[in-house]
């Protein structure tokens, strides 16, 4: 077993094992509290720019199939877990956690007191760090750290979107066909991706709508001439007050097109509106989030993955329509006199719960009136 030391800029560090690729890797150091989902964590794009922390001890358990995947490709900086499963068993799984990160170049350590790390983080807050199997000198992993850019610095959102326009027609996932094509009509979404992950184009997909998905650079352009029904803002990774591109765009259509956004898109729509955003300390992270609807009174157990909240107290024109039962940050708005709606959670899951899944049929809905 190969050493590999995480150190943060703090000046803490953990000394454990290497698995997956060998160098070093920097980025935010985060945590995510979901119990299983670990291979739609590692290639959710949102993740650019971060090593994820996994709270649950044992991972690895049931290897690494062809079809749990968020995008083409593993998208973390790093990973970080408690114990890693020596073997691998399921019915589906084609390798080992191991083999995955190593083909992918994505650095590893396990063998650490996560418990520790979890709790450094939510004293100290988001925080850089480095993982090395190189330099196994704690005082320069440091340092490193400390050099590194802070992720509001960075344009992620470049590295993780589609550069081409493409149609999407896969759907829900059955458990003797896979994936189900459909071979929808209208309404027509536009869906902008800023690192949009599969399961919110299944979703769309499944509810009826027919996808294309735009590159963000150029969107208005690309907008007139494929003419869609709806805009749809997906999620990403980093700061949205660097995504300079997407508040344009919703300024330019928010009059003329029904608009909805998830995560980095709510965000986005909420600047565009003359709001404010901030990050938070450390983030949501995790599949079990409550979330209640202030319209219906329901609670939602929801998906998350956000480091960055909209400030409802900067919004005019809006209606709150949900908000995070753990800290009472904004977790939904709808506008009053435009087709504006969106979502700082996650309701399409992959990984996480369903609750929240009739989000979709709501903005078809808003969409096929505008036909």
């Known amino acids: 077993m190969k050493r590999a030391i995480l150190a943060l800029e703090d000046g803490t560090y953990f000394v454990g094992y290497s698995f997956g690729a060998e160098g070093e890797t920097l980025g935010e150091v985060v945590f995510n509290t979901s119990m299983t989902g670990y291979q739609e964590i590692l290639t959710d794009p949102s993740y650019k720019g971060q090593i994820v922390v996994l709270t649950y001890t044992q991972i690895g358990n049931y290897g690494v199939n062809d079809e749990d995947v968020e995008s083409d490709r593993v998208q973390v900086n790093g990973l970080v877990i408690k114990e890693l499963s020596p073997i691998y068993s399921n019915w589906r799984a084609k390798k080992s956690l191991d083999e995955y990160l190593k083909e992918n170049q994505v650095l590893g350590i396990w063998g650490i007191d996560t418990r520790a790390l979890v709790k450094r983080i939510r004293e100290k807050g988001a925080i850089k760090g480095i993982i090395s199997t190189v330099d196994l000198d704690p005082k320069s992993l440091v340092q490193k750290a400390k050099n590194y850019a802070d992720i509001s610095e960075l344009d992620l959102v470049q590295e993780v979107a589609t550069k081409e326009i493409y149609y999407w027609n896969e759907g829900d996932w059955d458990l003797r066909r896979g994936y189900i094509l459909k071979e929808n009509q209208k309404p027509l979404i536009a869906v902008v991706d800023f690192g949009v992950k ?26 007139e001439q494929i003419k869609p029904s709806a805009i749809f803002l997906s999620n990403g990774p980093g700061d949205p007050q660097r995504v300079v591109e ?37 983030g949501h992270h995790g599949g079990n989030h409550p979330v209640k609807d202030l319209r219906t009174g329901r609670i939602h157990i929801t998906a998350q993955n956000h480091n960055f909240a909209v400030d409802p107290e900067s919004l005019k024109d809006v209606e709150i329509t949900h908000i995070n039962l753990l800290d009472q940050t904004l977790e939904g708005f709808r506008h009053k006199y435009l087709p504006i709606y969106c979502v700082q959670f996650h309701p399409e899951a992959s990984p996480g719960p369903h609750d929240a899944f009739d989000v979709f049929k709501e903005f078809i809905s808003l969409a096929c009136q505008t036909q």
Request: charged share 20%; aromatic share 4%.
């Open 198 to 223: 599969k399961n919110i184009l299944r979703r769309l997909t499944q509810e009826g709508a027919r996808v294309v998905v735009i590159p963000p650079e150029n969107a208005q352009r690309t907008i």
């Open 246 to 282: 997407g508040i344009r765009l919703v300024r330019a259509y928010m009059e003329k097109l029904p608009i909805m956004g998830i995560c980095l898109g709510h965000q986005i729509i909420g600047l565009a509106l003359g709001g404010r955003t901030y990050k938070l300390k450390f």
